[in-house]
């Protein structure tokens, strides 16, 4: 397993994105499937960087690991912020017209079309988030 | 992320070039604040957008409903990429795209 931990700051995203991408490549995922891994990283990063800690600044965790037969990339962010499971929040209704549009929840829906499985625990005092991606 | 702008009376477009992130696209929605003062026919031309992400999607959702009140808005040369995410949440069926 790859482990990176950084303080949860916005700034801190490319270096996330960058390590995640390393080991994507390395594993030979296709280009599309690391082009959604980094907008579901972009999205979870981002949600604990404004959210988790706020005012605060606290530290993040993100750790990739793969599997074989069938390949599968599993991803797994964890904070020590305020306990949220973001799977409470329900997906925005993509039907509706322009004026009722809201603008929240769109990021949360979009790590969920893009993965396979997602699961949220709360464990001793952190925010475990745990994602699947058959490649 | 890079911003070019090309303004032809009340007509914009804004060529977004690289990537439409939470880290960029605060700056994008800071730059239309007064860009579109005065503009009725927005265009934006994604053919160097390799990249969109919610934060970004948020800014166009904002530029469309502020077009709808003074005039017309439309995305040109989406990449497959973009247009995956655009399709993904509905934007695509929301806004006119060339």
């Known amino acids: 397993m790859h482990k990176i931990t950084v303080e949860a700051v916005v700034e801190n995203l490319q270096t996330v994105i960058d390590f995640a991408t390393e080991h994507l490549e390395e594993q ?3 280009m599309k499937t690391a082009m959604q891994m980094e907008l579901v990283i972009e999205e979870i990063f981002v949600n604990i960087a404004n959210y988790a800690y706020n005012p605060e600044v606290g530290m993040a965790t993100f750790c990739i ?23 409470e929040k329900s997906d925005p209704d993509t039907t509706l ?23 949220y625990k709360y464990e001793g005092g952190k925010n475990i988030l745990s994602m699947k991606k058959f490649f | 992320m890079e ?36 503009v009725t026919d927005l265009t934006f031309d994604f053919a160097e957008l390799k990249y969109i992400a919610s934060a970004g999607l948020r800014v166009l959702l ?19 990429a973009v247009m995956e995410v655009l399709d993904m949440t509905g934007f695509a069926s929301l806004m006119t795209i060339e």
């Open chain 2, 3 to 38: 911003i070019k702008k090309e303004q032809n009376g009340s007509a914009l477009t804004i060529h977004v070039i690289g990537r439409l992130d939470a880290g960029s696209a605060p700056d994008l929605s800071k730059e239309l604040t007064t860009a579109l003062d005065g």
């Open chain 1, 28 to 30: 030979d995922c296709p």
């Open chain 1, 65 to 87: 690991e793969f599997e074989e037969r069938p390949s599968a990339i599993l991803m797994t962010f964890i904070d020590n912020g305020k306990p949220y499971n973001p799977l």
């Open chain 2, 62 to 80: 904002v530029a469309q409903k502020r077009m709808n009140k003074q005039g017309s808005m439309k995305l040109i040369h989406v990449s497959e």
């Open chain 1, 97 to 119: 017209d322009i004026d009722e549009r809201d603008i929240g929840g769109l990021g949360i829906f979009l790590v969920k079309k893009n993965v396979d499985e997602i699961d």
